[in-house]
């Protein structure tokens, strides 16, 4: 699916993140910044070793990465030339600020972006896997908080690589529903 948000594309498209050639893509990372399973292994295997000593300098800074916050690499050897690596919540049952959270790590992933001077990126579709947020509620909140950044601000492409068609087909659900979300 692809449809225009003000002059930005929005694309929902079922593949690979770690092959797309947008100028960052957002990896799912965890507070420790020290690389994972799911998403994250996946971006630090095709990026390469240089992903990893970047991120060992943010910890040696700030120690890590606290959930909802955002932090930016190089891309190593991967097509994207930087890597935005925030964090989102672990779901324990929606009283925890989960939603709050969710929308903090896309909104300060967003930023970042456009703090750098970025026009393109690709994101994942965050907490949705090993963080087991529920995968409907996490669509209407990422594309709702960035519906909203998109009124105003403007880049070129704002992508959602998701991995699976169950995934995929969510997310354009949500999508289309959106006259109807009630988020705030
Ligand atoms: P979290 O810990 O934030 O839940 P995960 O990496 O476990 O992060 O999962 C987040 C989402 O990323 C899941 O929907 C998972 O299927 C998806 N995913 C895993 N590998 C890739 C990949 N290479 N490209 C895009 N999405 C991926």
């Known amino acids: 699916m692809e449809t225009k948000v003000g002059k930005t594309k929005l694309s929902l498209i079922r593949e690979d993140i770690t092959q797309q050639d947008t100028e960052a893509i957002v990896n ?15 971006i630090h295997r095709a990026g390469g070793p240089s ?6 300098k943010i910890r040696a800074r ?26 989102g919540p672990i779901w324990s049952g929606g009283k925890r ?13 967003l930023t970042l972006a456009k703090n750098k001077g970025i ?15 529920p995968t409907e509620r996490a669509a209407r909140i990422a594309l709702s908080t960035i519906q909203d950044f998109l009124k105003r601000h403007t ?30």
């Open 28 to 42: 799912a990372a965890n507070t420790t910044l020290l690389g994972g399973g799911g998403v994250d292994g996946a």
């Open 51 to 56: 992903i990893l000593e970047e991120c060992k």
């Open 62 to 87: 700030q120690g890590g990465c606290p959930t909802g916050k955002a932090v930016i690499t190089r891309g190593g050897k991967l097509k994207a030339k930087y890597v935005i690596h925030t964090v």
């Open 97 to 109: 600020n989960e939603d709050t959270l969710l929308r903090n790590a896309y909104k300060n992933s």
């Open 119 to 133: 026009q393109s990126l690709s994101f994942p579709s965050i907490s949705t896997g090993a963080y087991g947020f």
């Open 155 to 184: 880049f070129e492409e704002v992508r959602f690589v998701l991995f699976s068609e169950r995934d995929l087909k969510t997310y354009e659900e949500a999508w289309s529903d959106r006259y109807s979300w009630n988020v705030s």
